[in-house]
């Protein structure tokens, strides 16, 4: 941004804030070369008593270079993204008020940055409209944008049969084509813009002099389900109909597809989490630690939302949440160092509770000087081994949740009460298999020796159930990956187990005639997809005889440990005063139902560093 605009002071306690008013025409202007220079004022507003503006929502972009803008009558110079962008708005809708970042916030004063930060949310969720600028045209797409609106439409109004022959009649491979470099657009990989897309009231998806709105024909387009399967006795004509959705939705997600579509789908999720009933007041009531996980969580495909200032991967996100009164006022503030907001962030999670943020604490960390039990949002974290916490069926610490109790005894140090299980005895090579490339299914049949063979030397694992348990063990019992209830018939579920790898063996016979496809194979089944949703993992034996999976930079001798009100257990190394190292959690078979608490084993303060 160009340090020429001169910035009047706001008054922070009076909630104001700075708007533009793009003009319409041309201006005196300094000299001739400026005649089509982009012009505006920039004002002081209060909140309260402020006229209907738009804000603009956008990829900042720093390496695309700058244009000049007259701002107050003097040339400034801006993101040329953010000028393409007022300028088409102006051809849009000539005079009118917006709300941009770039210009708007004074980005060389923290107090004021910070305050506007945690304003974002009223700044987004009270502006009219809310320009999703996805930057100047791109091959096909016009194109594009018309077959939005019109299939859209369809969808809206769940009209299958309209909807299949418009993708039958449409530029098929254009399209296609034009979808894949829509999706590719920075904007959609950019963090800021989940809070922005969200909160919104009216959302309007703007590339060149297209455009289309948001909620509607666009959200049923990109949202557009297969239909449950009708019943037996269901009219022939019901399951026509059903047939005909099944197969226009088909053709929809062959068209509209690409690598990078997750971005906007993570965006339409949030939106719809946000806004479970947007003609009501009704917001979110996701906890901080579910809106940060979900949004910053490395998906199977490996696209990662980015944030150029690492801090803002906390607080961009922090308005989505339901529970910032746990967090103090100040929070917000770009006086404090990255590891001082992850600190702090972590910090507040185990203080309300949430003993398994510490399984988003992964290795190695980009910010190195933080302790072991802090979470480095600035890191690609990917999901626990053990799942997600309101996803997972582990229970690993039973109903022990009132007997925890989490102190800070000095800086950088978290006491957390538990009990020990055991200790590493030795462990086997690394499972970590690539989610972008169809699973390897001769490393996954050599990972699953590994544990048979650990299995094999326990004493624990009961003589002929070795096999059974090693198919548990490698997909960490399978929660997530069917509707069994283990605990309700253990046998129909050893059942499951065995027949999902007899499924898994059989994708083994036919790998050789899809390598090199770069697609999933239709060989693969559920028992595949458990295994390779898996990352780090080595397969571990304690002393006294337990198996699991555990984080890839363990050692022996870490102490397996179970802290009271988690989900899963925990690996920890012993730093020679006293204190302890996180490693991660683990999986480990036979303690993750309760059943280790159950002997009322003796409880421990662990202090981690």
């Not at 393409?84 to 210009?103: K, M, P, T």
């Not at 809070?195 to 297209?210: K, P």
């Not at 462990?427 to 996954?444: E, G, Q, R």
Request: contains cysteine.
């Amino acid at each position: 941004m160009d340090d020429s605009i001169d910035y009047s002071c706001l008054a922070l306690a009076h909630n104001q804030i700075r708007l533009i008013k793009l003009y319409d025409g041309p201006k005196p202007l300094l000299t001739a070369k400026e005649a089509d220079t982009l012009q505006c004022e920039l004002g002081v507003y209060t909140r309260d008593s402020c006229t209907s503006y738009h804000a603009l929502s956008y990829a900042w972009q720093h390496q695309n270079g700058s244009a000049p803008m007259i701002i107050n009558g003097a040339v400034c110079n801006v993101a040329e993204t953010v000028e393409q962008a007022l300028r088409q708005l102006r051809q849009d809708e000539g005079a009118v008020l917006v709300w941009v970042d770039q210009i708007c916030i004074n980005q060389r004063d923290n107090e004021e940055k910070g305050h506007q930060v945690q304003q974002m949310h009223r700044t987004f969720s009270e502006a009219s409209t809310v320009i999703a600028w996805l930057g100047m045209p791109f091959p096909d797409s016009a194109l594009l944008f018309r077959f939005f609106k019109q299939a859209g439409a369809a969808a809206h109004e769940e009209q299958w049969q309209m909807l299949a022959e418009l993708i039958e009649h449409a530029d098929y491979l254009p399209v296609k084509d034009a979808f894949r470099r829509f999706c590719q657009r920075p904007y959609w990989s950019r963090l800021w813009v989940i809070q922005e897309f969200a909160v919104c009231a009216r959302l309007r998806i703007v590339c060149g002099d297209a455009s289309i709105d948001a909620d509607g024909d666009f959200f049923a387009l990109m949202a557009a389900e297969y239909p449950e399967s009708p019943e037996e006795e269901d009219a022939e004509e019901t399951t026509a109909q059903a047939d005909v959705q099944t197969a226009a939705v088909s053709q929809l997600e062959e068209m509209l597809t690409a690598p990078e579509r997750s971005f906007a789908d993570s965006l339409i999720t949030r939106r719809d989490r946000y806004r479970p009933f947007p003609d009501s007041t009704e917001n979110s009531s996701d906890t901080f630690f579910r809106v940060l996980t979900t949004c910053l969580v490395l998906e199977a495909d490996y696209n990662w939302p980015m944030a150029s200032d690492p801090r803002d991967r906390v607080f961009a996100l922090m308005q989505l949440a339901s529970d910032l009164q746990d967090f103090d006022k100040g929070f917000v503030d770009y006086a404090k160092s990255t590891e001082q907001v992850y600190h702090q962030t972590t910090a507040t999670f185990l203080k309300q509770g949430h003993v398994d943020v510490l399984s988003f604490c992964q290795f190695p960390k980009r910010w190195t000087n933080l302790p072991s039990w802090v979470v480095d949002w600035d890191t690609q974290v990917r999901s626990p081994a053990a799942r997600e916490p309101w996803f997972s069926k582990f229970c690993a610490s039973g109903d022990s949740s009132s007997k925890q109790s989490i102190s800070h005894p000095q800086l950088g140090h978290a006491t957390l009460r538990g009990v020990t299980v055991d200790t590493v005895r030795e462990y086997s090579a690394i499972w970590d298999p690539n989610w972008s490339v169809p699973l390897d299914h001769k490393a996954a049949a050599s990972f699953i020796r590994d544990i048979k063979a650990l299995c094999a030397r326990s004493p624990r694992i009961r003589s002929r159930e070795e096999h059974v348990d090693a198919l548990r063990i490698a997909i960490c019992d399978g929660v997530g990956f069917n509707d069994m209830e283990m605990d309700q018939d253990l046998g129909t579920y050893l059942s499951v187990v065995e027949e999902g790898f007899e499924d898994f063996e059989a994708a083994d016979d036919c790998e050789d005639k899809i390598q090199g496809q770069g697609a999933a194979s239709d060989c693969d089944f559920w028992y595949g997809e458990g295994l390779r949703r898996l990352h780090t993992r080595r397969p571990f034996l304690t002393s006294t005889g337990f198996v699991g999976l555990c984080p890839s930079h363990v050692a022996v001798g870490d102490i397996v440990c179970i802290f009271y009100g988690g989900q899963a257990p925990y690996i920890i190394r012993a730093v020679g005063d006293g204190t302890y190292r996180l490693v991660g959690e683990a999986y480990v078979h036979g303690i993750m139902y309760g059943e280790f608490l159950k002997g009322e084993p003796a409880s421990k303060a662990f202090t981690l560093v």
